[in-house]
């Protein structure tokens, strides 16, 4: 069993930058796609970043101001927030699994609890 723990969230005005850390722990393969959903309150959960075998894979709205990357020794994967907007404020969901498609959210093996992500303009 594989546990996500996220952190790394709080409040930032627009412009900021914040960076998030899943700590996975468990049986973590390499080989394991890890990325990053978020949720803001009354939408629709949406695909934001995922990374596997050092591909990366961004969402449009994110791409250009976030970074994902990963640690493999130590079972972590951070999103870089820069130029925050307030659009972006949302619960933000650290996903691990073999999957096909990254951003099809139900197909990840594991998820986190989430980290609150707050930009105020």
């Known amino acids: 069993q594989v546990q996500l723990v996220e952190s790394g969230g709080g409040a930032v005005q627009a412009g900021g930058s914040l960076r998030l850390s899943c700590a996975a722990s468990?049986?973590?393969?390499?080989?394991?796609?890890m990325g990053w959903f978020r949720q803001a309150p009354g939408k629709e959960r949406e695909f934001v970043a995922a990374?596997?075998?050092?591909?990366?894979f961004y969402a449009d709205s994110v791409r250009g101001r976030f970074t994902i990357s990963r640690d493999n020794a130590k079972n972590t994967v951070y999103l870089q927030l820069n130029s925050l907007k307030a659009e972006d404020t949302a619960v933000y969901f650290c996903?691990?699994?073999?999957?096909?498609?990254?951003?099809?959210?139900?197909?990840?093996?594991?998820r986190g609890q989430g980290t609150q992500v707050t930009v105020s303009s």
């Open positions: 996903v691990a699994g073999t999957v096909v498609r990254p951003v099809d959210y139900n197909s990840y093996n594991y």
């Open positions: 468990g049986r973590v393969f390499s080989s394991y796609t």
């Open positions: 990374i596997r075998s050092g591909t990366t």
